[in-house]
């Protein structure tokens, strides 16, 4: 059976990925705390912060071969930069775009021994437009375009593919901060008139796994239309 490593797999984005693959992969699943929330998923479970690198060292000694990595480990800051601290934008970067250094540094080691992969990183469209009131957030997912397409030239040559989903407004607990006035003025600007699922961004993650490995450095939007 193929292996896959899914990040920020407890709830959410996370969890619909692990619910979609785990027929078809081994999973080795990460998540910040709530490991619990986990149990009920096959597969190898860990609780920590993938913005350590040893922390992710650990893991990864337990993982002798992996064939899909799906970074989609993230939190978000909403406000204003002058309120916000050092710390605040220190962790959004760390848990939003170090961590993706972290899990793709030892799994193209695994990776390139097989000559085949896949790296999925779960972007936004924040990353390419960027978003007044989440500086950090918009910041961190530029990054993570950036580096998708810098890191699909290096392996290109070992047949491992390497590719971001740049998302709209997927319907998690990330957006509980927005009023319900604030998801219908939203929703008003969508062409598809709704917010995405967790289980279409499953699904998406799914087939793109699936696709010819000359698919890569490829940023690619979902988000209904909107932008």
Not at 177 to 198: C, F, N, Y
Request: aromatic share 8%; proline share 2%; hydrophobic share 40%.
């Amino acid at each position: 059976m193929k292996k896959a490593l899914i990040t920020g797999a407890s709830r959410g984005i996370g969890r619909a990925i692990a619910e979609r693959l785990k027929d078809e992969y081994e999973l080795y699943l990460i998540c910040r705390e709530n490991i619990d929330m986990m149990k009920d998923l096959p597969g190898h479970h860990y609780a920590g912060d993938v913005g350590r690198f040893d922390f992710v060292a650990e893991v990864f000694k337990e993982v002798d071969s992996l064939d899909l990595l799906v970074n989609n480990a993230g939190i978000s800051y909403f406000g204003l930069v002058q309120d916000m601290t050092h710390n605040d934008w220190d962790e959004v970067l760390r848990t939003d775009l170090t961590s993706i250094f972290n899990t793709s540094h030892h799994a193209t080691n695994l990776m390139i021994k097989n000559h085949s992969g896949r790296i999925i990183n779960i972007s936004s469209q924040w990353g390419v437009f960027g978003a007044s009131y989440e500086a950090a957030y918009s910041a961190a997912k530029g990054g993570m375009n950036a580096f998708t397409k810098a890191l699909a030239k290096e392996l290109a040559p070992s047949g491992i593919a390497v590719n971001a989903l740049a998302l709209g407004v997927i319907d998690t607990d990330m957006n509980r901060h927005l009023s319900d006035e604030d998801k219908k003025a939203l929703v008003d600007q969508i062409p598809a008139d709704r917010l995405g699922t967790p289980e279409e961004v499953a699904d998406a993650v799914y087939h793109l796994s699936k696709m010819p490995t000359y698919l890569t450095g490829q940023i690619i939007s979902m988000d209904g239309g909107w932008i």
